[in-house]
């Protein structure tokens, strides 16, 4: 009783600049929160809250030579850091720079738009895989990947299944490279994507690929492979690759990454309460 006192009366006691300021920072943990989808930035937030958690438990415990050199280590920890996450905090920098501030502020990303896109792509992909056409399709999202766009071919058309299957048609001239959507639009075909060095990929990887999941480890954005020797169609996203999707599960993956997850819970909803109604017919019956 007395600390729901307590909470109000704090509650009556805030000025409209405090409620301001937890608005602000709650809106930047929410919009900041998706770069720790990137397993190199994780490591590097994980590490900074084992080494504090660390210290706040040696001082606790009075381990007075651990503590020592814990605050040692602490006074050299920022430059350690920078050293060794080197990579990942770059990365993390570019993605804040690249940032739009109308997209920080917005959660409008024009997802009717975008699931016609992933529809068309879902439809080509389908056809190159039962060909074994070769394709790299690369879905920008806050990471403009403005100097990946540069080494390609601009192009700055619709997106449609036809076109897709141009491009990467094996006698075309932009096949090899790398197509980037970037706001809705085939930006650039053609282009060059920043290889994995990563040891945990299979052997039997290629260049499409490797360059699929480096593209994924330095940005934000998610990337469509379809093999050339198979003909299996695979995802990188945050360096992770999920390989031999069906066209069902290429479509659902898409939509969950590239789309506001309102309409998705919307739909959920939606079947939910269509099951519920069911049960009650049948129980009628």
């Known amino acids: 009783m007395n600390t729901m006192q307590e909470f109000f009366q704090q509650w009556a006691g805030m000025r409209w600049t405090d409620i301001l300021d937890i608005l602000i920072v709650a809106v930047l943990l929410y919009k900041l929160f998706p770069l ?8 590097v937030a994980l590490t900074v809250i084992g080494i504090i958690v660390v210290a706040w438990l ?9 503590n020592f050199i814990l605050e040692q280590f602490v006074q ?12 990942e905090l770059r990365r993390m920098l570019d993605h804040l720079g690249h940032m739009k501030v109308k997209n920080f502020f917005s959660t409008d990303k024009s997802s009717l738009e975008m ?16 060909e074994k056409v070769g394709a790299l399709i690369v879905f920008s999202r806050d990471n403009r990947l403005d100097e990946q766009v540069k080494t390609g071919t601009a192009i700055e058309a619709q997106v449609s299944e036809q076109l897709i299957r141009n491009i990467f048609f094996p006698r075309a001239a932009l096949h090899d490279g790398a197509m980037i959507i970037r706001d809705n639009r085939i930006t650039a075909a053609g ?3 920043p290889l994995s060095d990563s040891n945990h990929l299979s052997a039997d990887l290629g260049t499409r690929h490797r360059a699929g999941v480096g593209m994924s480890e330095a ?5 469509v492979i379809v093999s050339e020797e198979t003909g299996t169609v695979s995802v990188a996203v945050g360096g992770m690759l999920k390989r031999h999707l069906a066209s069902q599960t290429l479509e659902r993956l898409l939509i969950n990454e590239l789309c506001p997850n309102e309409k998705e819970e919307a739909k959920n909803l939606v079947v939910r309460l269509r099951q519920k109604l069911n049960l009650k017919d049948k129980e009628k019956q």
């Open 76 to 87: 050299i920890g920022l430059i350690a850091l920078v050293v060794l996450f080197q990579p």
């Open 36 to 43: 720790f989808r990137n397993t190199g930035t994780l490591r």
């Open 219 to 223: 940005s934000d954005a998610v990337i």
């Open 58 to 66: 040696t001082d606790v415990l009075n381990l007075y030579a651990l």
């Open 115 to 130: 699931e016609s896109i992933i529809s068309q792509t879902v439809r080509a992909c389908e056809v190159m895989s039962r």
């Open 191 to 193: 282009c060059v994507l």
